[in-house]
């Protein structure tokens, strides 16, 4: 590859994409849609730097669930976290299962629909945030069913999961659950633990490119300490355009990619 021809480039590259991935995921979210491409484009294989960014990323949503730890709903967390547990291992191991050539072909389409998911959570949000005016009591909410409605999205995280936290608020909006801080903290848990199960296949099956992952995941951590920093200085729906953008933008490239390969 490009980066390959030039001394320390590939590392600067790195660098600069976890920093800014860091930022965004602060501010807004999808920073994976910048990241992963880093990796791809310092010459990790797709599937590994599918794995290797998803534990560079993980520290940030574990500090997130302790900061959110008080808006958690005890009654729920049991099922959330059975289904979490049991989505991302599934999704580690097809990944894992997955050729390098299908997982490429797979890419662009996989960043385009996180970047659509990504692109429509602001209505979404705003429709959970409705449904919280007009309700004040909530309804019970059936375990069973629950899990059954979480378990493809929580092996999408495990897989990719690119924009799969605003899924899992939707479906508990949708089964009743109305507080805005309870949806937030839950669906964090449920990210943080489907991609917990899915590094800790990824690093059983050796899977991790360590040099390259410990160098994103600190700057990725410290990207997110700056965007935290400066989140409340900047509008959300602008934050919002510009990762919609980055993602179309990286799907197209990937599309062009494969159609010129």
């Known amino acids: 590859m490009f980066f390959e021809h030039i001394p320390h480039l590939h590392y600067i590259w790195l660098v600069v994409a976890s920093t800014i991935a860091g930022v965004m995921n602060a ?19 797709p599937v590994q730097a599918n794995a290797t960014n998803t534990v560079a990323l993980w520290p940030g949503q574990l500090t997130s669930v302790v900061t959110l730890r008080g808006d958690v709903r005890r009654d729920l967390l049991p099922t959330i976290a059975t289904t979490s547990v049991l989505g991302g291992v599934l999704g580690a191991e097809v990944l894992l299962h997955t050729a390098q050539r299908t997982f490429m072909h797979l890419i662009p389409w996989l960043i385009l ?3 659509l998911i990504f692109g429509i959570s602001g209505w979404l949000s705003k429709w959970v945030r409705g449904r919280a005016t007009r309700h004040d009591v909530e309804p019970p909410i059936p375990h069973f069913w629950l899990a059954c409605a979480l378990l493809p ?3 999408y995280i495990g ?5 799969a936290g605003f899924l899992v608020m939707t479906i508990l909006a949708l089964f009743g659950m109305e507080r805005m801080h309870a949806l937030n903290a839950l669906k964090v848990v449920a990210a943080m633990l489907s991609n ?8 059983l099956q050796g899977a991790i490119v360590w040099h390259y992952c410990l160098v994103a995941m600190f700057f990725a951590a410290f990207g997110g300490w700056v965007g935290a920093r400066f989140a409340r200085r900047v509008n959300g729906e602008v934050l919002r355009v510009i990762v919609v953008g980055t993602g179309i933008v990286i799907a197209a490239y990937f599309f062009w990619k494969q159609a010129h390969g």
Not at 27 to 35: E, R
Not at 159 to 163: E, I, L, M, P, V
């Open 159 to 163: 897989y990719f999961g690119a924009g």
């Open 113 to 115: 629909i996180g970047t």
């Open 196 to 203: 917990l199960c899915a590094i800790i296949t990824f690093i």
């Open 153 to 155: 999205v929580c092996f």
């Open 27 to 45: 501010m807004a979210g999808g920073g994976s849609f910048l990241s992963f491409p880093a990796m791809l484009g310092v010459g990790v294989l």
